[in-house]
């Protein structure tokens, strides 16, 4: 009896294991693409043109899902341009050439609102005949933002320095900038559109319509004008997270310029990780990949894992000084803090100071064990134990007076 049960047990394995064959057919393991859409085998042309293989981009991510409305726009833009691959479309070039690399980067195509290739498409400094072929709005009102302007940044740098303050009118920029369009906002509901055009009204210093370009440091005269000091100091110290510029070939500061500053993926290594073979490995500066990162519609792949939305590490790329806001974010802190503040100006509950002493250095890798995003890991001091009013996926407990 015992010897049939047993025989029955390995008969009904095998039953089992024989369904699942059928119904789950063997697939050769890396042959099926995260994402089919995104797949790079997936263009209109492939294998042709600036995806010809060996000295060209063939393996190079699409820049959006082959299905997605964007894609298709782009394809249809780039087969009248003779690109149906529509690389051409943002980065300019020659696509018939697909031998010399040098020629294939020169120039664009005969109706293209580009005459030479461009490598930074969505710089601020060109992507208005770029990303301004379709977005028009965004490219203006990307221009005018504080995140390129620092508007703000300097006009409370300067508030201290005597002659040079502005007092409560903002009137310097990064750059010299005008608002042709009025005081309606390019975006947003009636209600915003109301309520900020009300703002603008109570406090108009607030809201200039220009700004002039942060003045320059007359050294031959700072002896007698030492405020103008703060010209250079906000030039070399506070100014160099703005979109019209690229971040510091330094760890963590990686970043693209214009719509490319928050829209692109780079890691804190500044290292490319895409299928594209033109693309040194060890060469830093570059994306992670060439697609985009914007919407849950948007899938990144990289190293065959699949992302959605915007990285907070993108922000933190730029928000990691001043008041910390993008490492506040994620619950990392230089040290401990008490605030908010409850009404009588004592610390909030559980959020009281800790000494230094409870620091220690732990790889954000052991706060994020499922690695969403493929981010290079990297240390931070963080107290131990964790504050309570810590509101992060460690510690999910607000910290509010009460």
């Not at 997936?42 to 393996?59: E, I, Q, W």
């Not at 930074?120 to 009102?141: E, P, R």
């Not at 008490?338 to 220690?360: E, H, I, L, Q």
Request: hydrophobic share 35%.
């Amino acid at each position: 009896m015992h010897v049939w049960l047993k025989k029955m047990k390995v008969f009904y394995l095998f039953l089992f294991l024989a369904i699942l064959f059928f119904l789950y057919p063997v697939v050769e393991v890396g042959a099926a693409y995260p994402v089919a859409d995104m797949d790079p085998q997936g263009y209109p042309a492939v294998n042709t043109g600036c995806l010809a293989p060996d000295k060209c981009h063939a393996g190079i991510e699409p820049i959006r899902s082959h299905q997605s409305e964007m894609a298709k726009q782009i394809y249809e833009r780039g087969s009248k341009l003779g690109d149906p691959n529509g690389c051409v479309v943002c980065h300019g070039g020659d696509p018939a050439e697909e031998k010399d690399a040098k020629k294939a980067h020169t120039g664009a195509p005969d109706g293209s609102p580009l005459d030479t290739l461009v490598l930074h498409a969505a710089s601020v400094w060109v992507n208005q005949k770029i990303c301004g072929q379709c977005h028009q709005k965004w490219v203006y009102a990307q221009y005018r933002s504080i995140m390129q302007t620092e508007a703000g940044k300097i006009q409370g740098a300067v508030w201290g320095w005597g002659p040079a303050g502005t007092g409560y009118a903002v009137k310097y920029g990064n750059y010299d900038v005008d608002d042709p369009d009025g005081s309606t906002p390019v975006f947003g509901t009636k209600e915003y559109t109301e309520y900020t055009q009300a703002l603008m009204n109570a406090y108009p210093d607030n809201f200039p319509a220009k700004l002039i370009q942060v003045p320059k440091t007359d050294v031959e005269s700072l002896k007698d004008k030492p405020y103008e000091a703060i010209y250079t100091y906000i030039r070399t110290d506070c100014q160099r997270c703005h979109v019209g510029v690229k971040g510091r070939n330094k760890r963590g500061d990686f970043r693209g310029m214009g719509c490319a500053a928050c829209h692109i993926p780079y890691n804190n290594a500044g290292l490319y990780e895409g299928g594209d073979q033109t693309v040194k490995r060890d060469q830093t500066g570059h994306a992670m990949v060439h697609s985009i990162q914007s919407t849950r519609k948007a899938k990144v792949v990289v190293n065959n894992m699949v992302y959605s939305g915007i990285p907070h590490e993108t922000c933190v790329s730029c928000h990691n000084r001043g008041k910390r806001i993008g490492v506040s974010y994620q619950g990392l802190m230089e040290f401990p803090y008490g605030s908010p503040f409850t009404a009588d100006g004592k610390n909030s509950p559980n959020c009281t100071p800790r000494s230094t002493s409870s620091f220690k250095m732990i790889p954000t890798t052991s706060l994020n064990p499922a690695k969403v995003t493929p981010r290079a890991a990297f240390s931070v001091r963080i107290a131990t134990p964790l504050p309570q009013c810590m509101a992060t996926a460690i510690s999910p407990v607000p910290c509010w007076p009460t």
